[in-house]
């Protein structure tokens, strides 16, 4: 008989789950989850930036009746915290991507499944369930060079009741992972990106010519741009939120163009090595849409007081990722519940503590007076 799964003796956190998921991944697979690229130092800055931001407490606020709720793309959500798209669950515990979409489903948590999933698309919504009071189940996409590819799976997240698109725009190539390549990563036997299966070869193109580059001449002459964001809003009727926003001026470029949402993103330091951490840009992105449009974000969240501080920075919400899949490593679906459980009476301590009877009363007042966003 299998054994039930268990939550590991001594781990009461984010930062426990992930201290023991190093001991239960192979080399392999840690390598492919926790690294970032090259020197890592958008990896680290992260959680450091959100550890840097202090809150201020307030006192004898009433604060019966207080709740996590939000309202998001037209839905009552029980609480802020989504989980983030993550590829290749399945690299971390047998049931992959069924387990976090079962424990997403168990607390109200919404989902974004990746474009590199191993688990299809379909399988995933049966799991997330049709109940009510589940959270979101939204589908992240890469747009590929076919679009004909990209449009069928489009339709097949639409058949399947995804209720939004998540464009990352932040990857057109992959950053230089320093951890993957002295791990010598590769995908086990039986885990791939199964939506991307059949996917025709990219059109023939003549070898580089003296001065060309490779990259730029090959890989990156399919790369989308604005263009290629504005077709994806004609060919389906799913609200499209850009992923891997830093910039003030692509933000506004989103907001003009009238997308359902954006996410502050550095691609959990997995891409541009230095470029700046989500907590630092968050109210500058804030600032420049003025809230025309939902703004989430995510990268190093790792504590409840995080979530409350990324609510007073400006968001709307937050997505969680590496946590999650150090959860289903330790104990499956059991595992995953428990990190966003352990997220969730966090953020309502924390709000309790700064005197934030609903997620409406987290501001700027919230931060320490010596930050810049503090009001």
């Given at each position: 008989?299998?054994?039930?799964?268990?939550?590991?003796?001594?781990?009461?956190?984010?930062?426990?789950?992930?201290?023991?998921?190093?001991?239960?991944?192979?080399?392999?697979?840690?390598?492919?989850?926790?690294?970032?690229?090259?020197?890592?130092?958008?990896?680290?800055?992260?959680?450091?930036a959100w550890s840097r931001i202090g809150l201020l407490p307030r006192v004898l606020?009433?604060?019966?009746?207080?709740?996590?709720?939000?309202?998001?793309?037209?839905?009552?959500?029980?609480?802020?915290?989504?989980?983030?798209?993550?590829?290749?669950?399945?690299?971390?515990?047998?049931?992959?991507?069924?387990?976090?979409?079962?424990?997403?489903?168990?607390?109200?948590?919404?989902?974004?499944?990746?474009?590199?999933?191993?688990?299809?698309?379909?399988?995933?919504?049966?799991?997330?369930?049709?109940?009510?009071?589940?959270?979101?189940?939204?589908?992240?996409?890469?747009?590929?060079?076919?679009?004909?590819?990209?449009?069928?799976?489009?339709?097949?997240?639409?058949?399947?009741?995804?209720?939004?698109?998540?464009?990352?725009?932040?990857?057109?190539?992959?950053?230089?992972?320093?951890?993957?390549?002295?791990?010598?990563?590769?995908?086990?036997?039986?885990?791939?990106?199964?939506?991307?299966?059949?996917?025709?070869?990219?059109?023939?193109?003549?070898?580089?010519?003296?001065?060309?580059?490779?990259?730029?001449?090959?890989?990156?002459?399919?790369?989308?741009?604005?263009?290629?964001?504005?077709?994806?809003?004609?060919?389906?009727?799913?609200?499209?939120?850009?992923?891997?926003?830093?910039?003030?001026?692509?933000?506004?470029?989103?907001?003009?163009?009238?997308?359902?949402?954006?996410?502050?993103?550095?691609?959990?330091?997995?891409?541009?090595?230095?470029?700046?951490?989500?907590?630092?840009?968050?109210?500058?992105?804030?600032?420049?849409?003025?809230?025309?449009?939902?703004?989430?974000?995510?990268?190093?969240?790792?504590?409840?007081?995080?979530?409350?501080?990324?609510?007073?920075?400006?968001?709307?919400?937050?997505?969680?990722?590496?946590?999650?899949?150090?959860?289903?490593?330790?104990?499956?679906?059991?595992?995953?519940?428990?990190?966003?459980?352990?997220?969730?009476?966090?953020?309502?301590?924390?709000?309790?503590?700064?005197?934030?009877?609903?997620?409406?009363?987290?501001?700027?007042?919230?931060?320490?007076?010596?930050?810049?966003?503090?009001?």
């Amino acid at each position: 008989m299998t054994p039930m799964p268990r939550i590991p003796d001594g781990v009461v956190s984010l930062a426990d789950h992930e201290a023991h998921a190093s001991t239960v991944l192979d080399d392999n697979a840690w390598a492919y989850f926790s690294g970032g690229a090259a020197d890592e130092h958008t990896l680290r800055a992260n959680s450091d930036a959100w550890s840097r931001i202090g809150l201020l407490p307030r006192v004898l606020r009433p604060l019966a009746g207080g709740h996590t709720r939000i309202e998001l793309l037209g839905r009552t959500l029980a609480h802020p915290i989504l989980l983030a798209p993550v590829a290749y669950q399945r690299m971390a515990h047998p049931d992959g991507e069924i387990a976090t979409a079962l424990a997403a489903a168990a607390l109200e948590a919404g989902l974004v499944l990746s474009t590199q999933a191993s688990t299809p698309l379909e399988d995933v919504a049966r799991a997330m369930g049709s109940e009510p009071g589940r959270g979101p189940l939204w589908f992240q996409l890469y747009l590929q060079h076919d679009r004909g590819f990209n449009l069928e799976l489009v339709q097949r997240a639409e058949r399947a009741g995804y209720e939004a698109l998540v464009l990352t725009v932040d990857a057109p190539t992959h950053g230089a992972r320093d951890r993957e390549r002295r791990a010598g990563f590769r995908l086990p036997d039986g885990v791939s990106a199964v939506h991307l299966a059949g996917l025709p070869p990219p059109p023939l193109q003549s070898a580089p010519q003296p001065g060309q580059s490779a990259l730029f001449d090959g890989l990156l002459a399919h790369a989308p741009t604005w263009d290629d964001v504005a077709w994806l809003q004609s060919a389906t009727h799913l609200p499209v939120l850009l992923k891997g926003i830093l910039h003030a001026g692509d933000a506004r470029q989103a907001a003009a163009m009238q997308l359902a949402g954006l996410i502050v993103s550095n691609h959990g330091g997995r891409t541009l090595d230095t470029s700046p951490a989500t907590a630092a840009v968050l109210p500058r992105i804030a600032a420049a849409i003025q809230g025309t449009l939902p703004l989430l974000v995510d990268g190093g969240i790792r504590r409840g007081t995080d979530v409350l501080k990324a609510i007073a920075l400006g968001a709307n919400a937050v997505l969680v990722g590496r946590p999650c899949v150090y959860g289903l490593a330790n104990a499956g679906a059991l595992g995953v519940a428990h990190v966003l459980r352990l997220l969730r009476d966090e953020l309502e301590i924390a709000m309790a503590l700064t005197g934030c009877r609903t997620l409406a009363d987290a501001t700027g007042a919230l931060l320490n007076p010596e930050h810049p966003a503090a009001r």
